[in-house]
């Protein structure tokens, strides 16, 4: 079944939401040379953006609860068994502890929801005019972030955490965040449970004579 146009913002009192705890570490993948606390908008009649941006000048920056989680919504938007470890070298996975209890975040996958029209299919749709309409209501209602399920989980059982404030780059709601990087590649035994595996681009490549016999050679 579709996903319902949402209700006006008044409407939305009694959605259902849940807080997360002080200390409670989200992750995001972002390339090396960008910080990690960037909050993304799209113009109202924009036709593409991320599944819940805003309009500018309110933006949303995408975390998970889990560093693997993290890494596959970046790196593995479409169905894909490799990737390649030059790639993932580009980025840094950078995990924030929560300074401060988040409190009243929406929460998008629970049977609560159905009653305001969602239907699962918000996790998944490429509507995005559809998504970051209910992303512009829910911030309006005082939300101040959304869980929701990675496209590619299979299981239904990880979340991601999509944050609400103003555009642009800076820290979250103001708060003294103290954050670590690691490389984006320490998830690569996770990733294998995923059945995605990471792999090194061959630095040696051997040469071979080339078959007409003509004293050429080819990189095989």
Do not use: C
């Amino acid at each position: 079944m579709d996903v319902a146009w949402p209700p006006d913002p008044a409407e939305l009192d009694g959605f259902p939401a849940r807080s997360l705890n002080e200390g409670r570490t989200i992750y995001r993948l972002h390339p090396r040379a960008l910080g990690p606390f960037w909050f993304a908008s799209t113009p109202e009649d924009g036709p593409g953006g991320n599944r819940f941006d805003l309009v500018p000048p309110r933006g949303a920056s995408y975390w998970a609860l889990e560093p693997v989680i993290a890494v596959l919504e970046t790196l593995a938007r479409r169905p894909v068994r490799l990737i390649p470890g030059e790639l993932i070298d580009r980025f840094s996975l950078t995990a924030a502890p929560l300074p401060r209890a988040l409190e009243r975040v929406a929460n998008l996958p629970v049977k609560a929801a159905r009653r305001f029209g969602l239907t699962a299919e918000i996790h998944t749709t490429t509507n995005r005019r559809l998504t970051r309409a209910w992303s512009a209501a829910l911030d309006r209602a005082g939300f101040p972030a959304v869980l929701a399920l990675p496209r590619h989980d299979v299981t239904g059982r990880h979340r991601t955490l999509t944050l609400w404030g103003l555009a642009g780059e800076h820290p979250p709601y103001g708060w003294d965040w103290q954050t670590t990087a690691s490389e984006g590649g320490t998830v690569a035994a996770d990733l294998r449970r995923w059945g995605i595996t990471v792999v090194p681009i061959p630095f040696d490549v051997p040469v071979v004579p080339w078959p007409g016999g003509d004293g050429s050679t080819v990189a095989r």
